[in-house]
């Protein structure tokens, strides 16, 4: 069956880094379009970040623009999410999800395929 499992989640003080990886398997990762949502207590998930399926294009949510890089490695059927310069505000659990049908999708019920997702707090 398909599974998605993110890690790299962690406490970290505003202004750190961090990464969180998301590896794939049950199905072909290189037809899926890849997406990161997040979701904190009491909201809806939301849209963070996405790259196509060869990997050569990217898309980011206004909040986290010029702060996160998403990437891919087709190879190790992993998505990544880089996390630089961050703030309270980013505290949430973070998700990875996989969609077929479109390039680039926003919508969380666009996607096939979620993981159970990795908690991410900022704090000092």
């Known amino acids: 069956q398909v599974q998605l499992a993110e890690s790299g989640g962690r406490w970290v003080q505003p202004g750190d880094s961090l990464r969180l990886s998301c590896a794939a398997s049950?199905?072909?990762?290189?037809?899926?379009?890849m997406g990161w949502f997040r979701q904190a207590p009491g909201q809806e998930r939301e849209f963070v970040a996405g790259?196509?399926?060869?990997?050569?294009?990217?898309f980011y949510a206004d909040s986290v623009k010029g702060r996160f890089t998403i990437s891919r490695d087709n190879a190790k059927n992993t998505v990544y999410l880089q996390m630089n310069s961050l703030k309270r505000e980013d505290t949430a659990d973070y998700y990875c999800?996989?969609?077929?049908?479109?390039?680039?999708?926003?919508?969380?019920?666009?996607?096939?395929?979620w993981g159970q997702g990795t908690q991410v707090t900022v704090s000092s």
């Open positions: 999800g996989a969609n077929q049908l479109y390039s680039f999708i926003a919508t969380a019920a666009k996607y096939d395929y």
């Open positions: 049950g199905l072909t990762f290189t037809n899926y379009a």
């Open positions: 790259i196509n399926k060869i990997g050569n294009n990217v």
